[in-house]
């Protein structure tokens, strides 16, 4: 695993989570800002005026990447811009260096949700048997959850106080003050009841259909089937998944 400086340190202030999260924009948790919401303003304004100035620099922290290998060179590449307000999901097979997008998140056309709850815990589980650095639940969850659902197969009260476990250990003690919740996720990845049905063929790839009358949209690129023309990179996913049970289940 490759974690830039920068974002180790940001995992423990509450302004990196509300932009990442977008509760500055709105979205679950702003209601729990206070004071941040105008630190937020204050950077905003300033990279504004630096902008203005003409020095040719809006601000912004460069694009973040950080890659998880759960085994065997099989990877996720999570690209993350905290200011930018754009965070894309991508995957890796070994020996690739171009990663093959799964699904992004910003305010505007987001397609974040790439994996299912089990996968995803499948994949920080892998990750934490071979980083010390990545306990489960913990960073890695962290991060990533914002790119995986719940559905009413899941066990969604279980999925949430994981992720509340895996945000809370990034709390830094005796912070009080806007941090993010397993509910503020829940809120944003809960599909029951919405009309998501999933469908599985003999190889195993898995994918979903919404159908009408939906109260919110399920925004994925996984809703075609394996061979469909620009679709979703299943046979790699199905790879990585394999992968992360080897290591999960090696001795």
Known sequence: MSMPAPLTA??????????????HEGWPGSERLGD???????????????????EGDDGSEPELTVVFDVGGGHRLALELSPVL??????????????????????????HPY????????????ALAARDAELPHPGPALALLCRFAAVFEDDDVSGAMATVEAAFASLRPDGWTGYWPSGADWLDRSDF???????????AGYRWAAQGL???????????????????????????????AQATTTAP
């Open 10 to 23: 940001s995992l423990h202030d509450p302004v990196f989570w509300a932009r990442y999260l977008f509760a």
């Open 192 to 202: 029951r009841g919405q009309n998501v049905t999933w469908h599985r063929d003999e």
């Open 85 to 110: 307000g754009s965070h894309s999901l991508g995957i890796l097979s070994p020996g690739e260096a171009e990663a093959v997008e799964l699904g992004w998140d910003d305010c505007a056309h987001w």
């Open 114 to 125: 790439a994996l299912r709850w089990s996968e995803l815990e499948l994949v920080c589980r």
């Open 213 to 243: 009358d939906e109260e919110r949209d399920f925004y994925s690129t996984r809703v075609t089937p394996p061979g469909t023309d620009q679709g979703f990179p299943h046979e790699r996913l199905h790879a990585l998944l394999a992968a």
């Open 36 to 54: 941040l919401a105008d630190v937020i303003d204050e950077q905003d304004d300033l990279a504004d005026e630096d902008h203005d100035g003409g």
